[in-house]
């Protein structure tokens, strides 16, 4: 087993000492000074690596009973060229409302996260690895990268076949997120019309008509444009569409006399509804920047 440490402020050599004395295996630990993001250190530990297959997940991932074993099963077949397997939360860990709940991959889903994946490292290396240049920080200093999907289908689109294997199970860390976090957690998705552009054949898979996403935004865009309308027309007509609007949601959502009940809805329709209006702009942005409509 091979940990790439970068910019954690944990005491991670440490806890991975402490491992490899317990361990019926191997156990490497490299320091990396110049961190420049998660991609660079997965291409740097299967550089580093000796086995013929290169199984990867994240550090805030924890693998179940009989993962690896199921997880590289398949590459028995010569023609397997990946193999990749579900993600669920742990069990132990509650969620709230704030937290971020967009790893969980059931069944064999089209971007094939490095959380939960096996590659015959020969191959790995053949087609260059990941790649780094598909990559960017956010304003908060988050790392945004799409080079295991781009990976996962070059290999695909030269001819290799893969495998989803449902007992190889990885259960990812509920991370909850501070409200502002929440709000701003879509601009990860900035990279999706890039991507798209480059593999064509993920967008019926990902998209709607070819175009949408996530069908919340059409509400965005909606809204939008009512309002827009009812600016045009005379602006006095705002407040009495506010109002219109609530009062759907009450007879959808709420059917209860209680005030509460009908604040507590209206402050999680509103936070949500300002979530999208973050997903709509930062698709419209992407899609601008790479040049493929993506909404």
Not at 147 to 153: E, H, M, N, R
Not at 275 to 287: E, K, P, Q, W
Request: proline content about 6%; glycine content about 6%.
């Amino acid at each position: 087993m091979i940990v790439v440490d970068g910019d954690s402020t944990e005491p991670v050599r440490a806890a991975v000492m402490a491992a490899a004395e317990r361990a019926a295996f191997p156990v490497r630990y490299i320091k990396v000074d110049d961190d420049r993001g998660p991609v660079s250190k997965r291409n740097l530990g299967v550089a580093q690596a000796r086995g013929a297959v290169i199984a990867f997940t994240d550090s805030d991932c924890r693998a179940t009973p009989g993962w690896l074993r199921a997880l590289t099963e398949p590459m028995g077949d010569n023609a397997v060229g990946f193999v990749s397997g579900p993600v669920t939360y742990k069990p132990e860990q509650a969620k709230s409302f704030f937290s971020k709940l967009t790893a969980e991959t059931l069944v064999e889903h089209p971007t094939y996260p490095t959380a939960n994946v096996a590659y015959r490292r020969d191959l790995f290396l053949e087609m260059g690895g990941f790649d780094e240049s598909l990559g960017v920080r956010d304003f908060l200093g988050r790392a945004t990268e799409c080079g295991d999907t781009d990976l996962a289908w070059r290999i695909r689109k030269a001819g290799w076949s893969n495998v989803f294997a449902p007992q190889a199970m990885i259960l990812h860390e509920v991370e909850v997120l501070s409200a502002l976090q929440w709000m701003l957690e879509p601009t990860r998705l900035i990279l999706l019309p890039l991507l798209i552009r480059l593999h064509p054949e993920i967008a019926p898979r990902l998209l709607r008509w070819n175009l949408v996403f996530y069908p919340g935004t059409l509400r965005v865009y909606g809204v939008l444009i009512v309002a827009l309308i009812l600016l045009l027309i005379d602006a006095a007509l705002l407040p009495g569409a506010a109002l219109a609007g609530i009062a759907a949601i009450w007879l959808l959502k709420v059917r209860s006399p209680n005030p509460r009940r009908l604040l507590a809805v209206l402050r999680d329709a509103l936070l949500h509804f300002f979530r999208m209006v973050v997903l709509a702009v930062t698709l419209i942005a992407g899609s601008l920047r790479f040049g493929r409509l993506v909404l």
